[in-house]
């Protein structure tokens, strides 16, 4: 686990308080894969599963508010399943940062997906 994952889980942290951009910035620093020790690319991986677009568009709308770079790598799933296949194409170094969940979807909802998921 990165020191910026663990320092979110911290109460006490000053992380706490920190815009995305801020943590952006902060992880760019310390950026490191735990499954070989390579350094990851500083922008964040993220994925956005809902079966609406116009909720996917507002997201991206608040990431860019933040300042977050959209042509890096954003996915984008319209149900649980398409988000579910994505994942398990990724591998553990590449593997999304972020990923928002609809928890109401056709063919699978949020709640199952998260759950097969974290499997």
């Not at 942290?13 to 990851?40: H, L, Q």
Request: proline share 3%.
């Amino acid at each position: 686990m990165s020191e910026a994952a663990s320092a979110l889980r911290s109460d006490s942290s000053p992380m706490n308080a920190m815009t995305a951009k801020d943590f952006r910035a902060y992880e760019n620093k310390i950026c490191v894969d735990d499954v070989d020790g390579e350094i990851e690319p500083g922008y964040p991986r993220i994925l956005i599963v809902d079966d609406q677009v116009f909720n996917i568009e507002a997201i991206k709308v608040i990431l860019r508010a933040d300042n977050i770079d959209l042509n890096n790598d954003i996915q984008e799933a319209y149900n649980g399943q398409q988000a579910l296949d994505l994942v398990k194409e990724r591998t553990a170094a590449n593997m999304f940062h972020i990923i928002f969940m609809d928890c109401n979807m056709p063919f699978m909802d949020g709640f199952e997906c998260t759950q097969l998921i974290r499997q």
